[in-house]
Every structure is written in structure tokens, then in C-alpha cells.
């Protein structure tokens, strides 16, 4: 074979890598190497500008939900138990999205499950229901949770599931949470773990992650490895929908499953 035909094997090969990563458009007549170019500082604040952007010389008070704020803290602290930290929820008027929401999402299953499974937030049909996971997403746990043994139907705490979200009202057409409506809501989540005392975790898709293991990382990267979240075992996984979105996951799935089950099935 010829060298140029080695050549444009590669260049081929190439091509057909970029398009699976989704760079099927060209931007620029030339190419530019992104690994050389420099990057243009970007030029100098006036001083009324950077007075501003220092905390320190604001007076202005931190914005509602930048961080897990202590009042909140104390407030679920307080909780004794599940009911208890229901109703403080249902009572609690600070979140902009309850506005919105017909119901307050709390969960369903069995508390007392050895698997403990978090979500990213209601949808439609949640919001309407007031349980989590009842849609399609839900209907295709519901099938994954039986391939494994497990049932939110379940009486025994062995076959048993418990299932919650990250936030317990549904955001207006169903848009990514915003990072102030996860951190102001995160300390019931917390509780929430601290409560159910699970066994094992199953974090559903990149908000459960990302919020619950508090890094960047996405879940494609993220899950099939076991990880520790609070003192629990950890398990991440794509959210059903993304497998309903794209089948292929199911696999990467079904692998994530198994890991669990085999945990379960420890001594």
C-alpha cells in the first residue's frame, strides 16, 4: 500500500471521529491549532468596576442559595425524621420553583430500603402526581430496578427501593436547575440521606452526580466506578431518560446494574 494511501486512510479515520463527536461544520477557511493559540488577556477594569467585583468592598448581601446558608442547615437539622422533614419542605416558601409546581416531590418506595436512588427533579407527570419517577423515565427504572430483584414496591427492605430527587419541584418546562435552586435545597437532600440511611446510592444522571459528588466531572465519565458519597457507596448512572434518548446507553447500563447487585449480594 501506498504512503498515500496510508495517508488519506488516516485523514478518513479522522473525519470520521470528528463527525461522532458532533463537529460536522466548518467554522474557518483555515485550521487553527487550539493547543498554540494564546490567549488575549482581557484588558484592565476601571477601578469603580473592580471595586465592585471585590467582595470585600461590596455591601451588598450574598445572593439567596449560593451556598448551603445556615439557617437552612439549622432548619432541617431539626428534623427528626422522614414526616418531619416532609412537612418542613412542604412548609418551605423560599424556593422561587414551588410557585410553580402543583405538588411538593418527596418520594416513594420503602424508607427503610438498603438502595436509595436520586434523580434530578419532577417532571410533568411527577408534578402531577407527586411521586417521583412515574413517567416514562420511571416506567423504564421500574424494569431495570426488577431485572436486579428490586421493587419502590417492595415490602422488604432486602428487595425494597427509595427513590427521591435532587429537587422536589418541578422547574418551568422542565429547564436545567439552576445552581442557586440546588445549593438553597441541597441541605434537605442531605438530611434526606441521613434519615433513609442506605446501604447504596444510585446517583441518576449528571445533576445527582455532579450536586451529590460536588464536582464537574459528567456522567459519562463518572459512572460504572464506585465512589463515596457522604459515607455511602456510590453508584452513578445515566438517568433513564438519556437511555430513552439513546438506546446504545442501556448496555453501559445494564453493566452499572450488575455492579450493584453484586454489592447487594456482599455478606
Known amino acids: 500500500m501506498s504512503l498515500e494511501s496510508d495517508t488519506f486512510d488516516a485523514d478518513l479515520a479522522a473525519l470520521a471521529w470528528l463527525l461522532e463527536l458532533g463537529a460536522d461544520e466548518a467554522i474557518g477557511e483555515a485550521p487553527v491549532n487550539r493547543f498554540e493559540a494564546v490567549e488575549t488577556p482581557p484588558p484592565p477594569r476601571p477601578a469603580a468596576a473592580a471595586r465592585r467585583a471585590d467582595p470585600a468592598a461590596s455591601e451588598a448581601p450574598p445572593l439567596p442559595g449560593a451556598a448551603e446558608r445556615p439557617d437552612t442547615a439549622a432548619l432541617v437539622a431539626s428534623c427528626p425524621d422522614l414526616a418531619s422533614l416532609r412537612a418542613t419542605l412542604e412548609a418551605f416558601e423560599e424556593c422561587g420553583l414551588k410557585k410553580g409546581a402543583k405538588s411538593t416531590v418527596f418520594a416513594d418506595g420503602n424508607p427503610a430500603a438498603r ?14 402526581l407527586g411521586l417521583p419517577f412515574v413517567g416514562r423515565s420511571g416506567q423504564l427504572l421500574d424494569r431495570m430496578l426488577a431485572a436486579i430483584g428490586l421493587s419502590r414496591q417492595a415490602k422488604e427492605p432486602e428487595r425494597a427501593a427509595y427513590i427521591t430527587n435532587v429537587l422536589p419541584w418541578r422547574p418551568p418546562q422542565n429547564r436545567d436547575p439552576s445552581g442557586d435552586e440546588i445549593a438553597m435545597l441541597l441541605p434537605f437532600l442531605h438530611r434526606h440521606i441521613a434519615l433513609a440511611k442506605p446501604q447504596v446510592l444510585i446517583l441518576m444522571g449528571n445533576a ?10 459528567g456522567i459519562t465519565r463518572l459512572r460504572g466506578t464506585w465512589t463515596e458519597c457522604r459515607g455511602i457507596p456510590a453508584m452513578p448512572m445515566f438517568h433513564p431518560a438519556a437511555l430513552l434518548r439513546d438506546p446504545e446507553k442501556k448496555r453501559a447500563a445494564w453493566a452499572d446494574l450488575l455492579h450493584v447487585q453484586e454489592r447487594l449480594l456482599r455478606p
Open 208 to 217: 445527582a452526580a455532579k450536586t451529590l459528588l460536588e464536582t464537574t466531572t
Open 115 to 128: 438502595v436509595m436512588i436520586v434523580g434530578e427533579a419532577p417532571g410533568r407527570d411527577e408534578d402531577r
